[in-house]
């Protein structure tokens, strides 16, 4: 037995290189070669898609294609004429212009779609190859060749008149746009025709260039249909526009039904936006009274609201959209979400943080406020950050996080129509009367123009400090962003009217016990200019 294993394992050691080697034989017999076309002078002449005596397609193509160039120009007058050979024992069709053969065709030429015989197959290439020498020969008669030069110049001359007119028309219409621009711009307030213009002056460039291409292709076309050897390319680029223009057409016919859906959903979805907002304005404007929205937040709710609306259109429309089924589309979709995925964590954060400072009324167009520091007006409350302006006209923007991470002072929230409140400290000695004190410090709020007389003006006794008495002067202003000015003019009038007055304003600090009590004598209760209090009746 071990003797027969080893004379079988020789035997598979000789056998097997010889074994390999048919197989690759046999794949390469099985496997097709590529296909090669025969050109001359712009003209497909025929298409070779067999070996033949050794010879791949390409090999054959180049042979060819040497022989015909070949060719001098008795030659090209001769006629093309087919004949029945056999290859071996394969059947063929050879090609002759007089004695001198071109190439051969055999049936594994043949396309199998097409379904024709060797005999129509022949005939084919005879006619094109017969075209081609037509043409190749024709290219070298001078009056043919200026023949195809006149018309090719008489061409690039109407071109060139016809681009020179354009261009002086699309200057007439520009300088009659730009005037009109010109008009719209110089009015105070902003107008749409002004936007209108910027555009159409855009729309009008690319117009232009349009056209230039256009006449540019045609005088192509036109150019290479004149010469011989050209001609196939001219119905080339016919054909192709040919094919480009019903390609739109059919593409514009099919996605007609998409488009009417999506400009229904559009009309039937900005009908719904509107009646949205004209619904939100009446909220906010108080004709209408909803238990479920206040004033305050009308403007975000109407936005989150549209923005809910048109999203849902949107997912509505996206099918009918031509298109939307596409790799180019699809691209897009998923570069769109890998944005937001990336973008979103500190977006959403704003978001979610400015529907927290609009949904707690927290703040209001015109509140005067102090944010994280900053003392001015709210000018603007974004979904992103509030704007702040300052006393300074210092415009600064907050984001919504920070705000509601900190602390909010709204001066404004409680004041209702009285507008917003300032206060000032003062300390006087117990030896002045405090209805004196009282009436003094409303006196000089008086006599502060920026301050309200109503609600006039109150003063509260803070505290009885050990060696003074703190007075708090409460007042109303509508110019919450004046607020400094304001104050310095009040703190300028409370000096003037204690001075008047002759009362101090001292807070003293006794190192010893004073002689004599630091008391108001009653008599002096009610001195000027506080009034004494009416008599009462018994």
Known sequence: MRRLAIAFALLLTLFAPTAAAAAATAAAADAKPAEATLSFANREIAVFRASLLGYDPATRAQRSRERIVRLDGADLALPVRTFAVMVGDIPGLSLYVGDNRMFTLVAADIDPEDRLTLEQL????????????????????????????????????????????????????????????????????????????????????????????????????????????????????????????????????????????????????????????????????????VSFVHRETVSATRRIVVFLVWGFAVAVAYPFIPGSGSEAFRGLSVLLGLM?????????????????????????????????????????????????????????????STLIANPIRNYSKLAGTQGTMLATKVTIGYDAPWRQVHAMLELAAGRTPALRQEPRPFVYQRALSDFYVEYELFAYTDRPLERAATLSALHAAIQDVFNEHGVQ??????????????????????????????????
């Open 122 to 289: 022949g005939e084919q290439a005879r006619t094109a190859l017969a075209a081609a020498l037509e043409a190749q020969l024709a290219q070298r008669r001078w009056p043919i060749v200026l023949n195809g030069m006149a018309h090719a110049a008489v061409a690039a001359a109407i071109l060139g008149a016809l681009v020179w007119l354009l261009h002086r028309v699309g200057m007439v219409i520009r300088g009659w746009l730009t005037r009109r621009h010109d008009a719209f711009a110089s009015t105070e307030s902003p107008h749409w025709g002004e936007y209108l213009i910027d555009f159409l002056l855009r729309l009008m460039l690319l117009v232009r260039w349009v056209i230039i291409v256009v006449l540019g292709y045609a005088w192509l076309t036109y150019a290479l249909e004149h010469f011989p050897l050209t001609q196939p390319l001219g119905h080339e680029l016919i054909r192709f526009v040919g094919s480009l223009a019903h390609w739109f057409v059919a593409g514009l016919v099919d996605a007609l039904p998409g488009i009417a859906t999506i400009a229904v959903i559009m009309f039937v979805t900005r009908a719904i936006v509107e009646a949205v907002g004209r619904f939100f304005a009446g909220v906010q404007s108080g004709k209408r009274q």
């Open 340 to 400: 937001v995925s990336l973008g979103s964590t500190g977006l959403v954060n704003q978001l979610m943080s400015g529907l927290v400072v609009v949904y707690s009324r927290a703040l209001r167009k015109g509140d005067f406020v102090i944010l994280d520091g900053v003392e001015g007006v709210v000018s603007e409350i974004g979904s992103l950050a509030t704007k702040v302006v300052t006393m300074r006209n210092e415009e600064i923007t907050i984001p919504n």
């Open 505 to 538: 304003i001292l807070s003293p600090h006794f190192m010893d016990q004073p002689d004599r009590a630091v008391v108001v004598p009653p008599d002096q209760w009610h001195a000027a200019p506080a009034k004494p209090p009416a008599p009462s009746a018994r």
